[in-house]
């Protein structure tokens, strides 16, 4: 199976291995030594280190690694709903289908490429997937690791023909740190909320950081295109910048629902959080032929480097 050439200064390969499934997993680098590795089950990525060695997303020591179900942790795709209305399975089915390496998929701009080791999937719906999600689309993913270590997903979604559909979306990001409580985020200050622990009731943000002390399971809406994630205990700031996401869900199960969960450890909680880029409050309507694009950036900066540097509110892209 090929994949897509690294479009390299220092032209490292990426290399296509197994996944402990025997699913094809495609594995970026950069010559600093940050590595990137993505299962073609879900077209999830599945792990982020920096040079150092060190894992930058979560993964439960009890994730099943079995299809249908989605691994516990990296980044699963929320495609076409985010939640679990209708029909479809909760978070929709794009992270439990088989994506396929597209050689050569429409350009996107050199800027996305140059410079960057990457992969291009592609999910097309099956007959039978046509059953149940009667709309013919093609989602093409973009997986891309920078020289300085930050991660890009860029999703296309094209409506191929037929008739217009609706979807939700979100990168759910699973995210590795030092404990719960030393974590805070920075640019959600007094934003509205959709609250998933009280029948999705609007509410508003107080004005300070955003910290953690109990189980939240949020989506802020209309949320700045950065978005700083501190974890004072490992003295690094994850900086998400994002466009044509204009939610962000913020998930911690906490203890009671930790210990419900079969693929997640009963004190796991406290070594992740979830901050989503998402597009849920107002679904994406495409009329055939219509392509949305929804872009995830991820770079882990000293936390020296604090908030107020990242002017949370211009675009970045
Ligand atoms: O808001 C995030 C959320 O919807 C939570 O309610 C929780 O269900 C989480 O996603 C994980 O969902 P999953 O289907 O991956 O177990």
């Known amino acids: 199976m090929g994949h897509s050439a690294a479009v390299w200064d220092y032209k490292v390969a990426n290399e296509i291995t197994q ?14 030594g940050a590595l990137v ?9 599945m792990s982020w280190k920096n040079e150092h060695g060190e894992e930058l997303l979560f993964t439960s020591n009890k994730a099943l690694f079995k299809p249908p179900k989605a691994m516990r942790g990296g980044i699963p795709i929320c495609f076409p709903q985010f939640g679990n209305r209708g029909s479809l399975e909760q978070h ?4 439990n289908k088989v994506w396929s390496i597209e050689e050569s998929p429409p350009p996107l701009p050199p800027n996305d490429s140059n410079g960057k080791s990457y992969v291009d999937l592609i999910l097309k719906p099956s007959s039978e997937d046509l059953k149940f999600w ?13 020289i300085d270590g930050r991660l890009s997903l860029i999703s296309r979604i094209r409506n191929v023909n037929g008739k217009p559909f609706t979807f939700s979306f979100a990168y759910h990001t699973y995210m590795s740190v030092s404990d719960i409580s030393e974590v805070r985020i920075e640019g959600l200050e007094t934003l509205d909320y959709l609250d998933n622990l009280s029948q999705k009731e609007r509410r508003t943000e107080q004005g300070d950081a955003l910290t953690f002390e109990n189980e939240v399971d949020r989506v802020y809406l209309s949320c700045p295109n950065a978005i700083a994630v501190i974890d004072h205990g490992k003295k690094r700031t994850f900086v998400i910048r994002k466009e044509g996401l204009p939610d962000v869900v913020v998930w911690n199960p906490w203890d009671k629902k930790s210990k419900a969960m079969v ?12 901050v989503d880029g998402a597009a849920v409050e107002n679904p994406i309507t495409l009329k055939p032929g219509e392509e949305w694009m929804g872009r995830l950036e991820l770079l882990v900066v000293p936390s020296s480097f604090c908030s107020d540097h990242l002017d949370l509110h211009k675009a970045y892209f």
Do not use: I, T
């Open 19 to 32: 996944d402990w499934n025997g699913n094809p997993q495609v594995v970026l680098r950069n010559p600093h």
């Open 134 to 146: 009667p709309h013919s689309f093609e989602y093409r993913l973009r997986v891309a690791l920078g």
């Open 263 to 274: 693929d997640l450890g009963d004190e796991e909680y406290k070594y992740m959080l979830c």
């Open 37 to 45: 590795r993505v299962s073609l089950h879900g077209g999830q990525v």
């Open 92 to 95: 929709g089915f794009a992270r």
